[in-house]
């Protein structure tokens, strides 16, 4: 995080990121930040410069898809994200519209969808979260 603070003071305000980097090198905190980035890096599922990860990634949205019959993951179709099968609807959306606070009629509305296909997306997102931790 400090280090895309250091960014952002690069390109807005030269004198106060000059300014900072003289603080924060009398308290340590640049050594701080480069470990915590590095640590957070071994923490890191998913990185977008390893295609091993986002290949299983994919595999794994694409066959927890086949159990839901309005739910699609197709590479020609956004990249291979989950949408709503014959859509360009992500399930991601759906997410961040009820993050939002809209509701499923407000959400069918807008986007032209059935509340079952609302449904399924939110029983697929379970079964993505859940699917590592149950038996069998």
């Known amino acids: 995080m400090a280090e895309y603070i250091v960014n952002c003071f690069d390109t807005r305000t030269p004198e106060l990121n000059a300014y900072c980097e003289k603080k924060w090198d009398k308290i340590g905190l640049r050594l701080y930040y480069t470990a915590y980035n590095k640590d957070m890096e071994q923490r ?35 990249n291979g994200m989950p949408v709503i099968k014959n859509t360009r609807i992500p399930v991601s959306l759906i997410v961040a ?35 590592p931790y149950q038996e069998g």
Do not use: H, W
């Open 97 to 131: 519209c009820l993050k939002d606070e809209m509701t499923f009629g407000e959400i069918c509305e807008e986007y032209k969808l059935t509340r079952e296909e609302i449904e399924t997306a939110m029983e697929y997102v379970i079964e993505i979260l859940d699917a």
């Open 44 to 78: 890191n599922i998913f990185s977008p410069n390893s295609y091993m990860n986002y290949q299983e990634i994919e595999r794994y949205l694409k066959n927890i898809s086949r159990r839901f019959k309005s739910i699609e993951v197709d590479e020609k179709r956004l």
